[in-house]
Nanobody
Framework: QVQLAESGGGSVQAGGSLKLSCAVS????????MGWFRQAPGKAREGVAA???????AYADSVKGRFTISRDNGKNTLYLQMNSLKPEDTAMYYC?????????????????????WGQGTQVTVSS
């Protein structure tokens, strides 16, 4: 079973930057993706960014060009660098890891099927 712990959230003004981290431990399948998801109050959870084992990435259109997902396998840590933040980026951010059939598939499948989300880390962007 995989354990995930998100950190790095905070409050910033529009145009600012934050870097989220996700510490990963436990057993991971041989072919897996990792990714970031977010949920704002009253809104559905959204897949934000995913990274495959070979380093291929996928992003939601709303964050493309502003967010960068990366991972440090040596540190078992997933990152999300968020630049040019907008008020609409305000949400609780969660990370996930699971079997993968492509980044976009991962973002949709995990968004719709994962039940055991962690505590997340809050990102608040003020205008």
């Amino acid at each position: 079973q995989v354990q995930l712990a998100e950190s790095g959230g905070g409050s910033v003004q529009a145009g600012g930057s934050l870097k989220l981290s996700c510490a990963v431990s436990g057993f991971l399948p041989s072919n897996y993706c990792m990714g970031w998801f977010r949920q704002a109050p009253g809104k559905a959870r959204e897949g934000v960014a995913a990274i495959e084992g070979d380093g291929s990435t996928a992003y939601a259109d709303s964050v493309k060009g502003r967010f960068t997902i990366s991972r440090d396998n040596g540190k078992n840590t997933l990152y999300l660098q968020m630049n040019s933040l907008k008020p609409e980026d305000t949400a609780m951010y969660y990370c996930a890891a699971d079997s993968c059939y492509g980044g976009r598939w991962f973002l949709s499948y995990v968004r719709d099927n994962k039940r055991d989300w962690g505590q997340g880390t809050q990102v608040t962007v003020s205008s």
